[in-house]
């Protein structure tokens, strides 16, 4: 594992080499420095070792894997750190450590063995790119002990929403010839440089002939799938033997799934949809059964309440099912900065007790020390500053006023070296939700400029101290999730004279969550977010390196009491923010879930099990599994909420009354049909008799309406007639 865990922060921590390319023909790739593990003198200063947290989470962790029959499996390991302070090491490392010891107790048990689970697809993706490090390092060292740790190979796979990774692998061949076309798509295939080497993966523009690199064609049976292969002959992974382990197109990852799952929280509602991802838990069209996977890994902890909560607490009943085999349950391990109420939270999520939940490391008798973690109060953190504009005529005018004014300010403050400027020079500027910001964009953009020509007169700023916004991104939902990784390099890029960084980046929520860029420092936050942890994740976006310590400006709302309430209270507020932090519920069996959800779980479980209906649901499921299923679901809601035992009870018996009644000829389709199925997507709009007799189904946890086509009327009925 050690091993394993050097070799990621080696390779992972090379820059993107990309390919030299003259007059439209490739010529070289750029050089790097390639660390070399038995020489320290060739690695990035400050790789090479572990936080002492990162090691006793580790070590706490070995029984629970060692042994499937030791108390600590059961428990619900909960890390609890502040965010930037190496939580992914941590498990990437416990990861490392249980793929091979799979391997080592049965080298031909191949099947998944961890699985982790993301909130956010911009993140999933991210954390895809590091964690392939891990597998390719992983598969290196297998290859080189085939013996012992077999010869099926250590991969990775992203399953994650259609918008970003291809399902079908038809979809994912139309795409890739059209890169080789040289006509731009969007680029699917997310992997964009060898995650082992660093050289510069996907579409090359300026390339005549040869615009695709890293990403090949390959026949599986009778159809061709697209798989990654370096095209630097020196990488370890750029034999046609031997390409890189990662796979992001759905069918080939249910074909061989892959040691490692990344994936949305969402996705895991497309189980009842596609019985082929049985595959994950490690069951064989031969019947045979694999072990399933040993460990969940559940990131960012706080987002898993409130509604989507509940809904991810109702699907765990049939995940946890999946990934039991004999008894043994798999080990849950989550990952949170800002939580309260935890145990409670979890019990409901995975109803292991709230005996069984530990939280790591340990708060012991200062609140400021955990020996882990400790408060350094004499190094800066972060400034927070309330701007309550009461004498101004509009909120917006405030913001205005207060960006131009920051902005102005960076350029025009002396400093010893020009370097300084840099952590302040992207003002990164936090609105609560889209429509605010929309409303406020046009606003700012064309005001900015014009308040920033009048502090030019009025302070007498003349030539090079002027200020201009010459780089404006936005990082929203609005934006093509595609387009993501791009905007992100883009921030990262830091002050350079005659090249300067991006000047305002307009965002929501989107980045409170494990957007990770040293560089910023300077934030303004309009108006009071939610709730306290979304305020507390979204400022926690700046100051996160030593050399800029971060500079946040909450601009309030004057004509909001909400507002108003928050800057009479700052400093208090301020002072004890954690403790603020809101508890969070979760419900997984109350009647809202439970009348959106409970009958996916039944179909899920039914077609995971049953081979006769697996496909289709006529003829009735045989009622041994139907018994199988119902004591599942029944144990489950006895476990955490056994009050609703008696309602959960009638529904399931009325949807397989129903069901046994219509018997209808299919499950569901996404596409149009002629038949009325059992079930039709959840936030579609099918047509009325399906819609009256089909069950409204989720193929996403979250609340998804469905969308409505306007038509504009020409001709009015004469109400009079
Ligand atoms: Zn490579």
């Known amino acids: 594992m050690n091993r394993a865990m050097l070799l990621q922060q ?9 390919w030299i390319i003259e007059n439209g023909n490739i010529t070289g790739l750029k050089d790097a420095t390639i660390p070399d593990i038995n020489d320290s003198t060739t690695w990035k200063t400050g790789l090479g070792s572990w936080r002492p947290f990162q090691l006793a989470f580790i070590l706490m962790n070995l029984n629970s894997m060692l042994d499937a029959n030791h108390p600590d499996r059961e428990m619900v390991d909960l890390i609890w750190f502040p965010t930037g302070g190496g939580k992914t090491e941590a498990y990437l490392g416990l990861s490392a450590f249980t793929i091979f010891l799979k391997r080592l107790k049965d080298k031909n048990d191949a099947g998944t063995t961890v699985i982790m689970r993301y909130t956010l697809r911009l993140l999933t993706a991210q ?28 991969s990775i796979g992203l399953w994650v929403g259609e918008s ?80 890189l382990p990662l796979f992001v197109i759905d069918e080939d990852i249910y074909d061989n799934p892959p040691t490692l799952l990344i994936g949305t929280v969402d996705k895991f509602a497309m189980l009842t949809w596609r019985p082929e991802a049985r595959t994950l838990f490690g069951f064989r069209d031969t019947g045979e059964r694999l072990s399933p996977p040993e460990l969940i890994i559940q990131d960012e902890l706080h987002l898993i309440s409130g509604p989507l909560g509940s809904m991810v607490g109702l699907y765990e009943t049939m995940i946890e099912e999946l990934c039991t085999a004999n008894n043994v349950k798999p080990k849950i391990i989550a990952s949170t900065a800002t939580i309260s109420r935890a145990k409670e939270q979890i019990d409901s999520l995975y109803g292991r007790g709230t005996q069984d939940v530990n939280i790591f490391p340990a708060q012991c008798l200062s609140a400021g020390d955990s020996f882990f973690a400790y408060e350094d109060n004499a190094s800066t953190g972060r400034l927070y500053v309330g701007i309550f504009a009461s004498a101004l ?31 302040y020079w992207t003002a990164l500027t ?49 934006i093509n999730s595609m387009d993501i990784p791009e905007y992100l390099e883009e921030l990262s890029k830091s002050y350079q004279k005659e090249k300067y960084p991006v000047d305002v980046c307009l965002a929501t929520n989107m980045i409170s969550v494990g957007v990770d860029i040293q560089r910023l420092g300077l934030m303004t936050v309009i108006g009071q977010p939610k709730t306290t942890s979304e305020y507390i994740q979204a400022t926690s976006r700046v100051g996160r390196s030593k050399k800029g310590p971060g500079l946040v400006f909450t601009i309030y709302n004057c004509s909001k009491p909400r507002d108003r309430s928050h800057f009479e209270h700052f400093q208090e507020y301020h002072s004890k923010i954690y403790s603020k932090v809101e508890p969070t519920s979760v419900t997984p069996f109350s009647a809202p879930a439970r009348e959106r959800a409970l009958h996916a779980i039944l179909i899920g479980l039914i077609r995971f099990y049953s081979e006769q209906s697996r496909n289709s649901p006529k003829p009735f499921p045989a009622s041994e599994t139907i018994e199988r299923v119902k004591q599942i679901i029944f144990d489950r809601v006895n476990l955490i909420d056994d009050v609703e035992y008696e309602k959960t009870l009638e529904l399931i018996e009325g949807k397989l009354e129903y069901w046994k009644n219509e018997l209808p000829l299919i499950y569901g389709s996404f596409g149009q049909t002629t038949n009325i199925p059992l079930m039709y997507p959840a936030g579609t709009n099918p047509p009325e008799d399906i819609k009256e007799r089909a069950w409204s189904t989720p193929t996403s946890m979250r609340n998804v309406d469905s969308t409505c086509d306007a038509i504009v009327i020409t001709d009015y009925i004469n109400i009079d007639n």
């Open 430 to 478: 936090y609105f609560n939700s889209i429509r605010e910001l929309g409303h406020a964009a046009t606003l700012i953009r064309a005001d900015i400029s014009e308040y920033l020509y009048s502090m030019w007169i009025r302070k007498g700023i003349k030539g090079d101290e002027k200020r201009f916004i010459n780089k404006d991104i936005e990082l929203t939902s609005r």
């Open 393 to 423: 005529p509009s909120h917006a005018t405030a913001q205005v006023r207060v960006l131009s004014a920051l902005l102005q300010s960076v350029k025009s403050i002396p400093v010893a070296d020009e370097m300084e400027r840099d952590p």
């Open 127 to 154: 954390q895809f790119q590091r964690a392939a490090s891990l597998i390719c390092a992983c598969d290196k060292i297998r290859k080189e002990n085939e013996e012992e740790l077999g010869t099926a190979r250590i």
């Open 164 to 243: 970003l990774t291809p399902t079908y692998r038809e979809d994912a061949r139309k795409i890739f010839k059209k890169m080789e076309l040289g006509r731009e798509e969007d680029n699917p295939f997310v992997v964009q440089k060898c995650p082992w080497c660093g050289s510069q993966m996907g579409y090359l523009k300026d390339e005549k002939r040869n615009k695709v690199k890293g990403y090949k064609r390959k026949k599986v049976g009778t159809t061709e799938t697209i798989i990654y292969q370096c095209d630097n002959s020196e990488c370890n992974f750029s034999k046609t033997d031997f390409n």
């Open 10 to 18: 080696l390779h992972y921590s090379i820059e993107t080499r990309n």
